[in-house]
């Protein structure tokens, strides 16, 4: 019988994390204050972070130690299986071999509970008692507050209203952890009065609910914040799955020659693919690394590199990254972890120096590669990650039309079963294409005027 999947032993799970920068040719570059366009130092971050999430964040190390104690956390999930796609590629009738690293087993079902452990871990030993954040879909707030559980931190989750009443589910299971939920915009801080003064039926956004968890965190000093992407510790941890994935293809006996994952603000991106950069650092190798986003959020494959704020109202340091313009407001898609304006510095730099590339998909066609895999391989993915699906079954069918044996690396980071509404209104005919007219992108960048980036 052919071997399906393989994990690794408690044991063998990597010790350290791989911190990318040490190993960019080009470093990013660092934030700047939207005032006097000067460098921010770590220390402007202090009212939000713990000290050792802002050094993890300016570090050069390319090793990162993760303590034992989170490690220990780890093992209730990790590691994550390792997956050949047999039936997809059979259904696909390629030559090319299919993996993919499956990070739906975790707690909350998706791979946001790796920054989530190590960060509610810091701030415990910080002493900080309260953790705020924002939440979109619920993916975000439900990692973060089975974390601070873990560690007896309270945890406050602002979550985009119309996401609240359209998936109260999420919710509970936030509740379930402890974590007090609040519908955003909300009348507990003054950015979100502000909104509902103007808009008494706003529907919330991202942008306008991390101006609300920051608010909260900056008043009170046992109160830090927590961010589920883009910044660069983030992404740092996010490596555990990549680690794990050079590994378990090397048990398999493969390399891949592609490696994709569906792009937010980057951090699962990251996860997979910089252990494999790493071998392309190291030992030469030619991996190529593909980010696969909405084409209603196209941000890698259309926006500009540019400085801008990291929340809608402007509340955040300017940071270097691919843009549409901070107040663009992408289509109500499913995927609603992949709306976001801009991507991560780390990530940008990558992309302008043309060392990782980007793919964007139609919705229709994110959909239809979702209800494949479900149908040969079993798994409901995330709508989020059925892009990074849409962008391996791309590639398997290019080496079909080439001929060419490649192996496909992907990553399947999270599962879909808190999302059928989305798999419903598709069934229902429902779901529609959105492609930006370049009128559309022209007028959201034309309303910056931070600088480019050099
Ligand atoms: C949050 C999330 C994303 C997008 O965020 P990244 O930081 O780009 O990974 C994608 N998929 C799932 C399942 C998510 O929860």
């Known amino acids: 019988m052919p071997i399906r999947k393989i994990f690794l032993e408690e044991k063998d799970i990597p010790s350290q994390w791989y911190n990318i920068v040490a190993d960019m040719p080009n470093k990013p570059k660092p934030p700047l204050h939207p005032g006097t366009l000067e460098p921010i130092t770590g220390e402007a971050l202090a009212p939000l972070f713990p000290d050792e999430l802002i050094k993890q964040e300016v570090s050069t190390d390319k090793w990162i130690p993760i303590p034992e104690e989170v490690r220990d956390v780890y093992t209730l999930w990790r590691s994550t299986p390792l997956y050949r796609a047999y039936g997809l590629e059979k259904a696909l009738d390629t030559p090319a071999k299919i993996y993919y690293k499956y990070e739906g087993v975790s707690p909350s079902g998706s791979h946001k509970p790796n920054t989530a452990v190590p960060q509610a871990y810091f701030n415990k030993k910080a002493g900080v008692k309260k953790i705020t954040t924002e939440t979109g879909a619920g993916q975000w707030g439900s990692a973060l507050s089975f974390a601070c559980n873990l560690y007896g931190i309270e945890c406050e989750v602002y979550m985009v209203k119309i996401s609240y009443h359209h998936k109260p589910y999420r919710k509970t299971m936030m509740n379930t952890w402890g974590a007090n939920v609040i519908a955003s915009p909300s009348n507990l801080t003054e950015a979100g009065k502000k909104i509902l003064a103007k808009d008494p039926d706003s529907p919330g956004s991202l942008g306008i609910a991390i101006s609300e968890a920051v608010e909260k965190a900056a008043q009170d000093e046992n109160t830090k914040y927590a961010l589920g992407s883009v910044l660069n510790h983030v992404l740092t941890h996010q490596t555990i799955i990549g680690l794990e994935a050079v590994k378990q293809m090397e048990m398999a006996g493969d390399l891949p020659d592609v490696v994709i994952a569906p792009f937010g603000g980057g951090s699962n991106f990251a996860g997979l693919s910089f252990p494999f950069l790493r071998l392309n650092?190291?030992?030469?190798?030619?991996?190529?690394?593909?980010a696969s986003?909405?084409?209603?959020?196209?941000?890698?494959?259309?926006?500009?590199?540019?400085?801008?704020?990291?929340?809608?109202?402007?509340?955040?340091?300017l940071i270097p990254m691919y843009t549409l313009g901070h107040d663009f407001v992408p289509a109500p898609i499913h995927a609603g972890g992949l709306r976001y304006h801009g991507a991560g510095a780390i990530v940008s730099q990558l992309l302008h120096d043309g060392l990782i590339e980007a793919q964007s998909h139609m919705n229709k066609e994110v959909f239809?590669?979702?209800?494949?895999?479900?149908?040969?391989?079993?798994?409901?993915?995330?709508?989020?990650?059925?892009?990074?699906?849409?962008?391996?079954?791309?590639?398997?069918?290019?080496?079909?039309?080439?001929?060419?044996?490649?192996?496909?690396?992907?990553?399947?980071?999270?599962?879909?079963?808190?999302?059928?509404?989305?798999?419903?209104?598709?069934?229902?005919?429902?779901?529609?294409?959105?492609?930006?007219?370049?009128?559309?992108?022209?007028?959201?960048?034309?309303?910056?005027?931070?600088?480019?980036?050099?």
């Not at 650092?281 to 593909?290: A, N, T």
């Not at 084409?295 to 400085?307: D, E, H, I, N, V």
């Open 368 to 454: 239809e590669a979702g209800v494949l895999f479900a149908r040969t391989e079993g798994i409901i993915p995330a709508p989020e990650a059925t892009h990074g699906i849409a962008t391996a079954i791309r590639e398997a069918e290019r080496c079909k039309e080439e001929g060419k044996k490649e192996t496909i690396l992907f990553n399947l980071c999270g599962h879909g079963n808190f999302d059928m509404k989305a798999y419903e209104d598709y069934f229902d005919k429902k779901i529609q294409n959105h492609e930006l007219t370049e009128e559309e992108i022209k007028s959201s960048l034309g309303a910056l005027n931070t600088p480019m980036v050099e």
């Open 281 to 290: 650092f190291e030992e030469g190798k030619k991996i190529r690394c593909i």
């Open 293 to 317: 986003e909405p084409a209603s959020c196209p941000k890698l494959t259309r926006g500009q590199f540019r400085y801008d704020f990291g929340d809608a109202v402007g509340m955040t340091p």
